[in-house]
Antibody, heavy 118, light 110 residues
Framework: QVQLVESGGGLVKPGGSLRLSCAAS????????MSWIRQAPGKGLEWVSY????????YYADSVKGRFTISRDNAKNSLYLQMNSLRAEDTAVYYC???????????WGQGTLVTVSS | QSALTQPASVSGSPGQSITISCTGT?????????VSWYQQHPGKAPKLMIY???KRPSGVSNRFSGSKSGNTASLTISGLQAEDEADYYC??????????FGTGTKVTVL
């Protein structure tokens, strides 16, 4: 069955960096676009970024553009999110999600919590 | 891109039907019949309930249905059950943005 397992979250100071990982299994990872979606504590969902199956096409939300970098390693069935210049407002649970088609996300991981605080 | 507007809360008794609205603009909901809906229980990951406006993934109860009129999409839960108590989010493809989520609706089963 499809499994997505995020890791790498934690407490980081404002201005710091963190790299999130998402390990995928149960499907042919290299066939699918993947996305990062986040949820601030007690708040709604916010799409962050997506990457095409080959890694050649990437999009970011305006709120993270220039600070976050999405990447993938199809040989390792893994998705990554490098987060730099972190701000308090980046505090959230970060989910990786499989994009089933252009229009929706059919599987989500359990999420990893990122807390940006001094 | 602003978040899609959902009611903060909707409630109903077991067996009743409830409808959650999701209002966007002509740039997102109105342009694409491609709204998806996600159910999220506390502390859990979101789960896909409806995609492409009205389609149900395998395993999702037929008590869940989706529709759209103009710039507003709707999720209807019929025969409300205790297990349906959760947060629900809509999501629309928005072209260049490219994804916008709703503000979320807490469903309470009375």
């Amino acid at each position: 069955q499809v499994q997505l397992v995020e890791s790498g979250g934690g407490l980081v100071k404002p201005g710091g960096s963190l790299r999130l990982s998402c390990a995928a299994s149960g499907f042919t990872f290299s066939d699918y676009y993947m996305s990062w979606i986040r949820q601030a504590p007690g708040k709604g969902l916010e799409w962050v970024s997506y990457i095409s199956s080959s890694g050649s096409t990437i999009y970011y939300a305006d709120s993270v553009k220039g600070r976050f970098t999405i990447s993938r390693d199809n040989a390792k069935n893994s998705l990554y999110l490098q987060m730099n210049s972190l701000r308090a407002e980046d505090t959230a649970v970060y989910y990786c999600a499989r994009r089933r088609s252009k229009y929706y996300f059919d599987y989500w991981g359990q999420g990893t919590l990122v807390t940006v605080s001094s | 891109q602003s978040a899609l507007t959902q009611p903060a809360s909707v409630s109903g008794s077991p067996g009743q039907s409830i409808t959650i609205s999701c209002t966007g603009t002509s740039s997102d909901v109105g342009s694409y019949n491609l709204v998806s809906w996600y159910q999220q229980h506390p502390g859990k990951a979101p789960k896909l309930m409806i995609y492409e406006g009205s389609k149900r993934p395998s395993g999702v109860s037929n008590r869940f249905s989706g529709s759209k009129s103009g710039n507003t999409a709707s999720l209807t839960i019929s025969g409300l059950q205790a297990e349906d108590e959760a947060d629900y989010y809509c999501c629309s493809y928005a072209g260049s943005s490219p994804y916008v989520f709703g503000t979320g609706t807490k469903v309470t089963v009375l």
